[in-house]
């Protein structure tokens, strides 16, 4: 990062809202940002990551915490917005604390990314999922998710070997995730032999897609993808059953929400939805399950198992360092393999998770979801 860069982004942090909830004070504490969505239109996906977070940092403080100290975590509001983002960065930098689980949305992971790097912050996100953010080569950079080179082709695959459909419209919301994941689902397809007639874009918050409903109609496809989060899904899938518009539609992890039914209502049964396994359903995480249900917490959320993941592999890093150093808890995070509920953790040299795989799911209007066969 350039001096110019720099003083740019400390205007930014003016912008920064400060910690909006911490836990486990302890005089002796090692500090963990939790950086995601507190408010916006994704703020739901932000409290998956919270409470998964957030379990971690207290299961682990009662079995003894880390090296003798306690972890605190401290909330942080991004709103999915890239500029506050990078305020929010700055602010943990401020604040001295050396290590995130954060943030969210990949157009705010990469720019904060950049600062973390820059200023010895290690960051791991249970959520972004663009490849652009770890190939960059940093060494501070980590996630416990899967990338979209690995998730499109996941449904492009899916789409061309059980749907067969004769052309498919890709549209996305022209957002660094949204756009990422739909080209790589168009690239898929064609390389299978599916048309894709229209590859468009819409406005991440636009309520009104008639204009779009009605190209659907005009270009005569049979299937739908779409790129982005719920809120826009919801309302396409809702107005595109009320204009007669009778096809199936697919999209990522990004709308793998219960809200989305509730947008969509009846129009949302069927969706095909690519996300993370159900950690929630493994057996051997059942009192990790019974945990978060006496909160009243549901564990069912895509980012609630990887970013508890996220904050236990902070933790066992920082005991294989044998101390509280950023560069030092990376290197050993490179160089062994973590025990987590989302299963046994390996590093490659850009931060990226060496196995992860996603699963294609029928979502259903009630909010619930199965395997897709």
Request: charged content about 20%; some cysteine.
């Amino acid at each position: 990062m350039n001096k110019a860069t720099k003083q740019i982004s400390k205007l930014f942090a003016a912008m920064a809202l400060a910690g909006v909830a911490s836990y486990s004070v302890a005089a002796d504490t090692i500090k963990i940002a939790l950086a995601g969505p507190v408010t916006g239109a994704v703020a739901q996906y932000g409290e998956m990551q919270f409470i998964g977070a957030k379990m971690a940092i207290e299961q682990i403080n009662k079995a003894g915490g880390v090296n003798g100290a306690q972890l605190e975590g401290v909330v942080y509001d991004d709103a999915c917005d890239p500029k506050q983002a990078v305020a929010v960065a700055n602010k943990i930098v401020n604040d001295g604390i050396h290590y995130v689980v954060g943030h969210l949305c990949s157009s705010s992971t990469q720019p904060a990314s950049d600062i973390y790097e820059d200023e010895g912050v290690l960051m791991i996100t249970a959520a972004s999922t663009s490849p652009d953010i770890t190939s960059r080569g940093y060494q501070l950079v980590f996630r416990t998710i899967g990338l979209d080179s690995l998730q499109g082709p996941t449904a492009g695959n899916f789409i061309a070997d059980h749907v067969k459909p004769k052309a498919v419209a890709v549209i996305h919301d022209k957002q660094q995730y949204g756009e990422g994941i739909a080209t790589a689902v168009k690239q898929t397809l064609e390389a299978k032999g599916i048309k894709v007639p229209l590859f468009e874009g819409i406005n991440a918050g636009d309520k009104d897609f008639s204009t779009i409903v009605a190209k659907l109609k005009q270009t005569g496809v049979d299937f739908v993808y779409y790129g982005g989060y719920h809120p826009e899904l919801g309302l396409l899938l809702r107005q595109s059953a009320e204009k007669g518009l009778k096809v199936r539609f697919m999209g990522p992890e990004g709308v793998g929400n219960k809200e989305l039914s509730a947008i969509a209502g009846p129009a949302s049964e069927g969706l095909l939805v690519t996300l993370p396994k159900s950690f929630d359903q493994d057996p051997k995480n059942q009192a990790l399950v019974d945990a978060f249900k006496a909160k009243n917490e549901d564990p069912s959320g895509p980012f609630v198992f990887p970013a508890y993941a996220a904050v236990k592999v902070i933790a066992d890093g920082i005991k294989k360092a044998g101390e509280d150093d950023t560069a030092k808890v990376a290197a050993a995070l490179r160089a062994n393999s973590f025990d987590t509920p989302t299963g046994t953790l390996a590093f490659d040299e850009k931060g990226d998770l060496k196995d992860f795989s996603f699963v294609v799911y029928e979502w259903h209007k009630d909010g619930t979801k199965t395997e897709a066969k």
